[in-house]
């Protein structure tokens, strides 16, 4: 009979990253990171990079948050009561290293990381921590462009080397970068890299060049390759994971163009940076990519040689939606976290013009498996929708339950097909600051936080019904859906 039952010690919890939740952005020393200079925005007006603070013009969405800082214990409890067994979450680095090149790091911020790990442990939940999501110092942008420039990786190295010491009894799951595939896009060079070329002034609508853009990858994957060697001489149980943003496709047709240029955007945005993690190669398409495209930046022999040796252990990505790729350039588009793409005629959207498509998720969790071959985490996939909070304090938030539940159905095919999938963490624990246009309302979380766009409201918890649900499907180990 085939087994379509989550595996006993299954990771189930949900994900945060530090400037989406924590606020607090100038406390205790800690220093500017490049999501504290983006304003907030809309789906329709990008938001703006400004490299001087001006909050006598701007709103800062990151400044505040929904201030986990100083929420944690609340925060802690209520994924504790959902019962959790993990909590993705997202060290600061400018907490640590405020401008990301002292030599000695800033004690009032690890303190802070003590304490949220404590909390954590009382509840018997395993911290799965992201060591970069788009909290780059923004001093590091000033000094050298940010990852374009190779100095990063020292930087890099030296902040992952106090966490590895500090924490190595409390910490086991690290990723070493969210969603280090972004940056084989142009929208990457900012979050993903703190790279801001003359004549950037959104996020959206950024300059690019790609030879900077693609060195900074490269020395993101060097670094990477790096922390997970070290990290193991410190604790050989550590485990380490790729992030990649998964933008499944599709041909639109079965036209051969289509079919053939979607294989090509596959490998490029979806299987290039984990081919280099996890395989510990540069792959064999990428050379001609490169050549047709005329990107060139410095990989060493040393280079090529620390990344076959820091392999990662396990794949991880953020699943969200599918697109369909079309070589007529007429083709009806949809949007996406990354990259948009061609209308699919079978799915519906959200009401950011995300596609919904729960199977696409089996199917990439095969495709995944089948070429990696490793443990895959789901470390994101939600619904970001707009919520109405009733007088009575409850949120009915039935699309996102739906949602979730055609996900979770999907996971248990692809477990009877035989992947070897350990963990999910949806996004979001809790209703957090959205990425692509800086807004609170754009809501992911099992739990309500009363803040609107302009940063008005009480910052007060309300679990919504996802809540409820979430732990039932929890309590039932993916059996009661
Ligand atoms: C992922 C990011 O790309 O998508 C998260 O890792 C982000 O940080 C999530 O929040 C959802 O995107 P958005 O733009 O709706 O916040």
Same mark, same amino acid.
């Given at each position: ?24 952005? !100038? ?44 929420? *944690?214990?609340?925060?802690? %409890? ?45 509840? $018997? ?83 690019? !060049? ?14 990477? %390759? ?8 410190? !604790? ?132 995944? *498996? ?14 970001? %929708? ?69 940063? !008005?409201?009480?910052? $007060? ?6 809540? *409820? ?13």
């Amino acid at each position: 009979m085939i087994n379509k039952q989550f595996p006993p010690h299954f990771f189930w919890g949900g994900a945060t990253a530090a400037n989406q939740c924590e606020g607090a952005w !100038n406390a205790d020393g800690k220093g500017v990171s490049i999501s504290d200079v983006m304003t907030n925005g809309t789906h329709l007006e990008p938001r703006r990079i400004t490299p001087v603070i001006d909050e006598d013009s701007y709103y800062y969405p990151s400044h505040e948050a929904v201030d986990f800082y100083h929420h *944690y214990k609340e925060d802690i %409890a209520l994924c504790a009561e959902m019962g959790f067994n993990i909590f993705r979450m997202s060290i600061n680095w400018t907490r640590i290293f405020p401008n990301g090149d002292e030599t000695e790091p800033n004690e009032k911020g690890l303190e802070f990381y003590d304490k949220v790990f404590a909390e954590l442990k009382k509840y $018997k939940i395993e911290p799965l921590v992201t060591i970069y999501h788009n909290e780059n110092p923004f001093a590091l942008t000033h000094k050298c462009n940010g990852w374009a420039s190779r100095e990063c990786i020292e930087y890099y190295l030296r902040f992952c080397e106090v966490l590895f010491h500090r924490y190595k009894d409390v910490v086991k799951y690290w990723i070493p970068f969210n969603e280090i595939n972004c940056l084989t896009t142009k929208l990457g060079n900012w979050n993903h890299a703190g790279i801001l070329n003359d004549g950037t002034e959104y996020f959206t609508d950024q300059t690019d !060049n790609p030879d900077l853009r693609f060195a900074a990858l490269h020395h993101q994957f060097v670094a990477s %390759a790096r922390a997970v060697k070290m990290g193991k001489a410190i !604790n050989p149980q550590f485990h380490f994971g790729t992030m990649i943003c998964h933008i499944t496709v599709y041909p639109l047709t079965p036209h051969p163009d289509d079919v053939i240029l979607t294989q090509q955007e596959d490998m490029m945005r979806n299987c290039f940076s984990a081919d280099v993690q996890v395989k510990g190669i540069y792959p064999y398409y990428i050379k001609s990519y490169f050549e047709k495209n005329n990107i060139h930046f410095e990989i060493t022999e040393q280079d090529l040689k620390d990344i076959a040796e820091g392999c990662v252990d396990f794949y991880s990505f953020s699943y969200y939606m599918s697109n369909c790729i079309s070589s007529d350039a007429n083709s009806a588009k949809v949007s996406g976290n990354v990259m948009g793409g061609a209308k699919n005629p079978y799915l519906k959207a959200t009401d950011w013009n995300w596609q919904i498509d729960p199977k696409g998720l089996r199917y990439t969790l095969n495709h995944v *498996y089948d070429r990696y071959g490793v443990p895959i985490m789901i470390t994101e996939n939600g619904l970001g %929708a707009k919520d109405v909070l009733e007088a009575d304090g409850s949120v009915h938030d039935d699309y996102r339950i739906q949602y979730i539940k055609e996900h979770i159905e999907q996971m248990k095919e692809a477990i009877g097909d035989g992947v070897d999938l350990i963990g999910y963490t949806p996004w979001a624990s809790i209703d957090l600051v959205s990425v692509s246009t800086g807004e609170m309302e754009k809501r992911y979380g099992f739990i309500y936080v009363d803040k609107d766009n302009q940063g !008005n409201g009480t910052l $007060k918890r309300y679990k919504k019904d996802s809540f *409820y649900w979430y732990q039932k499907v929890i309590q039932s180990n993916g059996e009661i859906l």
